[in-house]
């Protein structure tokens, strides 16, 4: 073997369950059960690096080719076959095995090294029809997954011989029938790639390792990756391994076993089996298995041993174990074993069984649940026996089975007795009290973080947006969808917010009773009798005793407010008063900022004060003895102003027929003079607080004497003031000033003086490089990562996502969209300076991000390593974050550790 400075293939007897990083999840699970005397087929794994050497170079790594020889000779001499040899063959299987487990994703090619020489020893040593059954497989396999011959090809052959010889089932064909079917697929090969099979053992074989390499930059893999968020750099391992046939006779045969149920989580043996069949066959679905139950009855023997060595891989690997295995002529071999992959409901019982057992700690248990899979089971699905066919799939934005009669605006949807559906091409801020009284929310248009989709996910609302075969046609109130499917107003409709899929007509929804027992509606023998409520219940309370980042929740109403706490929050992090203002009450806020002279400005201020002063005594009542953050009025000014063209055409249109109303033209002068180009960096947050004389007073007046109001009724209001957008110290300073001097006059007039903090938020770069200065005057902070993403990319978040994020996802620039998930390396540097700057001159400083990530489980990690105080969500979002702040805690714990 040629020297090189690297080592590319390992005997599995060399490795451990250790070494996923080099030999792949298969190859360190081989190693593993070798290492435990498990009878596992002789082999060897070429590692992920010589994957990652060939996809950079095109070519084999040097010496690699001397170091396959050198373990196939190994091979060869332990089995006591060579490789294709003509008398009594050798074969092998070359399959797949990423770090992470990607079923399905990529290749595998099975009975390597027979050729029309080697397959007539085969058939001596084990029988006509079991050679030539595994030559055809070996051409049809090799020559789907190795030569790129479309797979239908060899399915329609192998029907047309079913069909002539009358047999009903591939294991109905007899030898001669395998015999002309393999020069049949010999023909297809031929014709699609211009060459005949290949006959050189040792060529199938290093082409076949070719071909699992390749097959990591596959459509399919590349696409599974970016959905489980696994690294592009990764590679995947190939591992080579001596055949064991199913296909031997009905004492043999091939199945899978998980050690749990991985659908439910319930104790027991779960799998499937096949006799007379490959490994491939029971994933195939080639032929229906028996429940692997039945081996009991039918290899009393094999499933015994089956039950010990899966007991033995359970405690070893503490942890629901996936085993792929072989049974040949009664004799058991097992061919693979991973930590199984399982439901989110039975990743909650689970951890907590192995908690039971004594198996894990709860950190351990915390470290295998997580924030999505929390998700999964709050929002309500469609009957898993209803199986409808879609009529429309648009881009999954918030997850939840909705169903309710189709509606074309808003107040459509607010005025339909039932559930409704609001359907538009896009929402705006006016669709916001239909978003509120719909069960859900369709739109033709938009993104992940169009308006659409971050208000329906704050509120829990299912949504599916960028429908764009839809033809949505809202004066005559109808879509069509392709195939000329035609649903007016009123006719049901169902959408599924995890998978995209729109629906004609009504599905069945089945119930989220996690959600029911946050919202406090189960009752005890309920909570009992459900093992999914009892495992989340539990892991909940364990999250939340480790956890030291608190939770608050982002909300504007008091039915939002008791949601909220219902759900855990420690407080509310971020109380928008701008969308209090949404829906008719925006007239005041357009009669506020056109206003053109003092008396008509003060009249909407004193229109606006008793309103204000409502709403924050049904929050401050909702949360006693929480803090509750109230961010000053931020609006961009064009959701709160009549659009400029619109108006235009509307006056022009009047003036021409002499009928024109004279407060529509000073309301078109004022448009006029306040219409922005960008308005998303313009007149809003402090700027507009600034600007408009009175308006901040009037928002701090009315939650002085709210607080005061329910200061004398005995109860314990906690307000915090957030001062929006700033960029600069200055800015603040002016608007603390006034606030402090509001609320002293507040005191005077009221006889309760309010204990406020004043704080601000940080979503601007330049707030955020200069918060050393800030901080001097603020009692808080709170990072708006929504604008600080926007303001530090340069991204329109209204237009991006539609545009050229998909290209930018799929080109691999994003893993996940920066406003779903924080960019650390960028917004969350600004994040981690803002924090050190601003504790290093203020060590009373509380910190806090408010944004769409303080809900996101990834983010949340980040938050709680660089030492915010607190994350901010929508009240939906609150047990997920919780259980990430838990989550986060414990992997600081080990970390920390680990680095002692």
């Known amino acids: 073997m040629t020297a090189t400075t690297h080592r590319y293939v390992y005997a599995f007897a060399e490795g451990d369950k250790d070494q996923k990083d080099l030999l792949g999840g298969k190859g360190a699970g081989l190693a593993e059960m070798t290492n435990l005397g498990l009878p596992v087929p002789p082999g060897f794994t070429i590692t992920t690096e010589a994957c990652r050497r060939y996809l950079a170079t095109g070519d084999d790594p040097p010496g690699l080719a001397e170091e396959v020889d050198a373990h196939l000779a190994r091979l060869e001499a332990e089995r006591g076959k060579r490789l294709g040899d003509p008398g009594d063959p050798l074969l092998v299987s070359v399959r797949s095995g990423a770090k992470f487990s990607m079923p399905g994703m990529m290749d595998t090619v099975l009975d390597i090294g027979l050729n029309d020489r080697s397959v007539r020893g085969l058939a001596a040593a084990g029988g006509e029809r079991f050679a030539w059954d595994s030559y055809r497989r070996l051409i049809q396999m090799f020559g789907a997954t190795v030569l790129g011959v479309e797979a239908e090809a060899f399915h329609a052959a192998l029907e047309e011989a079913k069909r002539c010889n009358g047999a009903e089932r591939d294991l109905d064909l007899d030898a001669a029938a395998l015999r002309d079917l393999v020069a049949v697929y010999k023909g297809i090969v031929q014709d699609a790639t211009g060459i005949d099979f290949p006959q050189d053992p040792r060529e199938q074989l290093d082409m076949a390792v070719r071909a699992v390499f390749d097959s990591w930059n596959t459509d399919r893999a590349r696409v599974y990756r970016r959905r489980e968020r696994i690294p592009e750099h990764l590679g995947t391992a190939v591992n080579v391994m001596a055949m ?146 879609p009529i429309a799939f648009g881009v999954p934005a918030s997850p939840g089975a909705a169903v309710g009669a189709a509606v074309f605006d808003a107040a459509a949807a607010e005025r339909f007795e039932g559930p409704a559906i609001l359907v538009r091409r896009e929402t705006s801020p006016d669709d916001l009290a239909g978003i509120i009284a719909a069960a859900g929310v369709l739109t033709s248009r938009g993104g992940k973080t169009s308006h659409a989709a971050v208000v329906a996910r704050g509120m829990g609302k299912t949504c599916v947006v960028g429908a764009d075969d839809l033809r949505i046609d809202a004066v005559r109130r109808q879509f069509t969808a392709p195939g000329g499917v035609l649903v007016r107003e009123g006719d049901p409709v169902s959408i599924d917010g995890a998978t995209g899929a729109v629906y004609a007509g009504a599905i069945p929804v089945a119930p989220p009773p996690v959600v029911e027992y946050f919202e406090g509606r189960l009752t005890r023998e309920q909570r009992r009798s459900d093992p999914v409520v009892q495992a989340v219940a539990r892991m909940m309370r364990y999250a939340d005793e480790r956890r030291h980042l608190g939770v608050h929740a982002n909300a504007d109403t008091p039915e939002d407010a008791a949601r909220a706490r219902r759900f855990g929050a420690d407080g509310i992090g971020l109380c928008r008063t701008e969308h209090m203002f949404l829906g008719e009450r925006r007239r005041i806020i357009e009669r506020l900022v056109t206003a053109g002279t003092d008396r008509e400005r003060e ?180 990072f708006g990562t929504n604008d600080l993403t926007q303001t530090t990319w340069g991204f329109s978040r209204d237009d991006v996502e539609s545009s050229f994020f998909p290209v930018y996802l799929a080109k691999g620039v994003f893993a996940d969209s920066p406003f779903e998930v924080l960019d650390e390396e960028g917004v969350g540097r600004l994040v981690a300076t803002a924090v050190e700057q601003g504790r290093a001159v203020n060590r009373d400083l509380t910190v806090g991000v408010c944004g769409e990530h303080g809900g996101d489980p990834a983010s949340v990690r980040f938050f709680d390593r660089v030492g915010l105080d607190y994350v901010s969500c929508s009240p939906f979002r609150v047990p997920v974050a919780r259980l990430e702040a838990g989550r986060a805690a414990v992997a600081a714990q080990i970390e920390g550790s680990d680095s002692r």
């Open 244 to 389: 064991v046939y199913g296909n031997l006779g009905p004492d043999s045969g091939t199945g899978v076993a998980f050690t749990r149920d991985p659908a439910t989580g319930a104790p027991g043996v779960y799998g499937d089996y096949l006799a007379e069949a490959q490994g491939e066959d029971v994933v195939a679905g080639v032929r229906t298995p028996i429940p692997l139950a039945e081996l009991g009855r039918t290899d009393p023997a094999s499933y015994a041993e089956l039950r010990r060595t899966m007991a033995m891989l359970e405690e070893r690997y503490r942890d629901l174990c996936d085993i792929e295995f072989t049974i040949e002529h009664g004799r058991l071999w097992m061919l693979q074993t991973r930590i199984g992959k399982r439901t989110a409901a039975a990743a909650f019982r689970i951890a907590l069984q192995l908690v039971d057992e004594g198996r894990i700690s709860v950190e351990e248990a915390l470290g295998r649940v997580t924030g999505d899979q929390l998700a999964q089971l709050m929002f309500p699905q469609f009957d898993p026996e209803a199986k409808p066919e």
């Open 603 to 782: 009249a909407a201020l004193a229109e606006l004060l008793p309103l204000q002063l409502g709403d924050f005594t049904g929050i401050f009542a909702a949360m006693d003895g929480l803090p509750v953050t109230i961010r000053l009025l931020d609006p961009p000014l064009h959701e709160f102003l009549p659009d400029l063209t619109e108006l235009s055409v509307k006056v022009a249109l009047a003036e021409a027929r002499g009928d024109a109303d004279p407060a529509d033209v000073r309301l078109l002068a004022a448009v006029r003079r306040l219409h922005e180009q960008n308005p998303m960096l313009g007149l809003r947050g402090v700027r507009l607080g600034l600007a408009v004389p009175g308006l901040a007073a009037v928002q701090v007046r009315a939650i002085a004497m709210a607080a005061a109001a329910r200061i004398k009724a005995g109860s314990d209001p906690r307000p915090e003031i957030m001062v929006p957008l700033i960029g600069g110290v200055e800015e603040f300073e002016l608007m603390r000033a006034e606030i402090t001097r509001v609320l002293e006059e507040t005191a005077a007039e009221t006889g309760v003086r309010v204990a406020a903090e004043i704080g601000t938020m940080i979503e601007l770069p330049r707030a955020a490089l200069t918060a050393g200065r800030i901080a001097e005057h603020a009692a808080f902070f709170s």
